[in-house]
């Protein structure tokens, strides 16, 4: 990803309102926009054009767990602020206040990437806290799990902790294989953009693992359009369900905010995405 964002970007970016409003992707979401984005040229051609990638990578025979942990990936920190600010459009803080709420002693965010979305809950539990007058007296470790090294690096290097009381760290583990954390022994657990990377078999074992690992509840961000060599579920949030959370909430948004005129993401070109159709998953115990 080599775009280069501008003050501009940053400046159309702000017009969506996330900022007032952090759930304007659920509010601004109709089953019937699903069906209209299909009608604009732009996303039907970058949506081909991903397709044709996906292909070629799947003809390849490339195993896609094996690139995601062998890539490099490399960031500038303009690119990264943009980035954490482009996904909260689509990684809405559903629930996120339980992050916040007393006794919340530890938080993972598997797949975590560079780090921008963990950082944002660390920003999201900071402004909680002071918004409720709450001084914890213990800390809250929120901690970054992530299979390639060079990702773990931008994340160390780009988070900074907003709160003396918020200990952020970062570790190269393949949580499918195994969270190394106790049982019942952390407080919530997320996973943004993983599910579809993974086969069914290690999307099983990631569940079993999250629900291993987890007392109080998980979010999970995920697309849901179907592409080759992906896994796109629309049975994910049942999944949660037969694993042993006994309350599960399913929202459906799109990537960007809509629009009959045009494409509002203003680094849609550069990032080469069409508009994507995306689900949010709360499950509680």
């Known amino acids: 990803m080599t775009f280069h964002p501008n003050s501009d970007d940053f400046k159309k970016l702000k017009i969506w309102n996330m900022e007032k409003d952090p759930?304007?992707?659920?509010?601004?979401?109709?089953?019937?926009?699903?069906?209209?984005?299909?009608?604009?040229?732009?996303?039907t051609w970058?949506?081909?054009?991903?397709?044709?990638?996906?292909?070629?990578?799947?003809?390849s025979n490339l195993d896609l767990q094996k690139y995601y942990k062998n890539a490099r990936i490399g960031h500038t920190l303009n690119r990264w602020n943009y980035l954490k600010q482009r996904k909260a459009w689509y990684i809405p803080p559903l629930n996120w206040e339980k992050f916040a709420s007393k006794g919340c002693r530890q938080i993972i965010d598997i797949g975590?990437?560079?780090?921008?979305v963990t950082n944002r809950?660390?920003?999201?539990?900071?402004?909680?806290?002071?918004?409720?007058?709450f001084n914890p007296k213990s800390p809250l470790t929120i901690e970054g799990m992530d299979i390639n090294r060079s990702r773990i690096a931008n994340a160390t290097g780009f988070c900074k902790s907003p709160h003396s009381n918020i200990h952020m760290k970062f570790s190269a583990n393949n949580a499918v294989e195994k969270i190394p954390k106790e049982d019942k022994s952390v407080d919530y657990t997320m996973?943004?953009?993983?599910?579809?990377?993974?086969?069914?078999p290690s999307a099983d074992k990631l569940i079993k693992e999250m629900e291993r690992v987890t007392q109080k509840g998980i979010y999970v961000e995920d697309p849901a359009d179907p592409f080759p060599g992906g896994f796109a579920r629309k049975e994910l949030p049942e999944m949660f369900l037969q694993c042993g959370f006994s309350k599960v909430e399913s929202r459906t948004i799109l990537s960007e905010p809509f629009s009959f005129l045009r494409r509002l993401d203003p680094c849609w070109k550069e990032m080469g995405m069409p508009i994507c159709k995306i689900q949010i998953i709360w499950a509680e115990r």
């Open 46 to 59: 970058q949506y081909l054009q991903l397709v044709i990638r996906r292909k070629k990578m799947q003809q």
């Open 191 to 200: 996973a943004t953009g993983v599910f579809e990377a993974l086969d069914n």
């Open 23 to 43: 759930f304007a992707a659920l509010e601004d979401y109709q089953p019937y926009k699903e069906w209209v984005r299909w009608l604009k040229p732009s996303h």
């Open 112 to 116: 975590c990437g560079d780090g921008d």
């Open 121 to 133: 809950v660390a920003q999201f539990v900071a402004k909680q806290w002071k918004k409720n007058g």
